[in-house]
């Protein structure tokens, strides 16, 4: 079966850290543009940070900048976002799709998408 899975998130107080880790089933990540997508309570999904297939350049939304770090191990078919210091309004579900192409922090051209994996950041 062809699928991502998503793994990592939780619950945690603000200032903490979480990984959350994408890996791929069934095809090889090495090919795509990998997208991390978050969705508030109330809110639509938005693009938080995309890493291109090619020369593994990485992009962030300004809410992010700094505090996240998009990467991947293509001989683990498996991609993560470190989170640092986290704020409550980083709560959400966390999706990570795999996709043609970057255009800046959002992945397009998506092919797979995962699951979504719950983050909540509350005191």
């Known amino acids: 079966q062809l699928q991502l899975v998503e793994s990592g998130g939780g619950s945690v107080q603000p200032g903490g850290s979480l990984r959350l880790s994408c890996a791929a089933s069934?095809?090889?990540?090495?090919?795509?543009?990998i997208g991390w997508f978050r969705r508030a309570p109330g809110s639509g999904r938005e693009g938080v940070a995309c890493i291109s297939s090619s020369d593994v350049s990485t992009y962030y939304a300004d809410s992010v900048k700094g505090r996240f770090t998009i990467s991947r191990d293509n001989a683990k078919h498996t991609a993560y976002l470190q989170m640092n210091s986290l704020m409550p309004e980083d709560t959400g579900v966390y999706y990570c799709?795999?996709?043609?192409?970057?255009?800046?922090?959002?992945?397009?051209?998506?092919?797979?998408w995962g699951q979504g994996t719950q983050v909540t950041v509350s005191s």
């Open positions: 799709a795999a996709g043609s192409y970057c255009s800046g922090y959002v992945s397009y051209g998506t092919d797979y």
């Open positions: 069934g095809f090889s990540l090495g090919h795509y543009a």
